[in-house]
């Protein structure tokens, strides 16, 4: 799983800037060491500082600028298991963006392509064959069975009804504008 | 400056009756409102709203503690896209 990816070299004692993509940036560390894709080169990583939304540390084996400059651009890596095990009804993020997406009658209808959090609650968006995409809440109701062995979520879209008052009616007709 | 306490909170008419209707359906709705200035009331909490954006309907489920904030503070007009971090969870709620 991707956690961060090396910015640059810091300083010249040979630490480096890393860009994190854990929810608290100096949880890149917390996973244990990190390697490389290939998994060949590993890294235990220490946190120094955060600067600049990135994290300052210093990584096992690199002690000089030159050393923390030919790191540039490398991708970290831990591994999946390493991650605490989540309670029920919750997945990572990483397992749910690209599951399909099916109805109850078991036809595709699309993948996940992102899940957002705009402060009511978790919500998937699913992007169809055509590359429309359409937004669903994260509920029991909404999703009744998540598989993520199976690479498959099943989705029960809620039948969508429309309020608008009497004057936004007739404001749309004169305009073409809702209230 | 705040609103007047005396005034109440503004929600528009038509939703309140919406909301009841759909409460008494049963079914699963989403609600789709063009109104980002009303107030969320405790009668609407645990229905799905889909707030419209600018663009799209975002689904808002009420929860208490959404109570007398407004709609559009839960459908963003701008959305950033970044890197997703790699330990986040999402949590499927039971409504």
New interface residues.
Partial sequence: ???GVIAGAHGVRGEVRIRS???DPA?VAA?GPVSDESGARRFAVRIRSAVRGQVIARLDGVADRNAAESLKGLRLYVPRDT?PR??K??????D??GLRAEDTAGKPLGRVK??????????LEIEGAGGA?Q?????????PE?DIAGGRIVI?P?????????A?NEADDASGR?? | MARSVWKGPFVDGYLLKKAEKSRSSGRNEIIKIWSRRSTILPQFVGLTFGVYNGHKFLPVLVTENMVGHKFGEFAPTRVFQGHSAADKSAKRAEA
């Fill in positions: 799983m991707l956690v993509f854990t929810a949880d996973y991650l989540l309670g009804d919750e997945w990572y993020l990483a749910l963006i992102a899940v957002h959090n705009f402060g009511a609650g978790d919500v995409t937004f669903l809440s994260f509920t029991r109701r909404a999703v998540v029960e809620p039948v969508e009804v429309e309020a608008k008052g009497e936004a809702r209230t």
